[in-house]
């Protein structure tokens, strides 16, 4: 069974830092794209950045210059360094992957799925 766990949430101040961390574990034969979503109070859930398999990255607007993903492929561990955080980027942030999992017991490989972590709360606050 395939399972995103994300760590590293918490509370901090303005203009402070958070590192985000979100490792896939079980059966996994390769892991595409990552990324991370966030979901603030009453909005909907919002991409806010992303790295494929050779390291591309792409990033939302509202966090351009603040925040760094990277990720660690022999880990299978994806990574949000924040940086001088504001107030609005208080979310639940989750952690998302395409991978495609190992055989299963009769040998088979599934086709690649999209999966999600259980999310990690972040709030800014003074």
């Known amino acids: 069974q395939v399972q995103l766990v994300e760590s590293g949430g918490g509370l901090v101040q303005p203009g402070g830092s958070l590192t985000l961390s979100c490792a896939a574990s079980?059966?996994?034969?390769?892991?595409?794209?990552m990324g991370w979503y966030r979901q603030g109070p009453g909005k909907q859930r919002e991409l806010v950045a992303s790295?494929?398999?050779?390291?591309?990255?792409n990033y939302s607007d509202s966090v351009k210059g603040r925040f760094t993903i990277s990720r660690d492929n022999a880990q299978n561990t994806v990574y949000l360094q924040m940086n001088s955080l504001k107030p609005e980027d208080t979310a639940v942030y989750y952690c998302?992957?395409?991978?495609?999992?190992?055989?299963?017991?009769?040998?088979?490989?599934?086709?690649?799925?999209?999966?999600w972590g259980q999310g990690t709360q972040v709030t800014v606050s003074s």
């Open positions: 998302n992957a395409d991978l495609q999992a190992g055989v299963d017991q009769y040998g088979l490989s599934p086709p690649p799925d999209n999966y």
């Open positions: 079980g059966s996994i034969f390769s892991i595409y794209a």
């Open positions: 790295i494929t398999s050779n390291g591309n990255t």
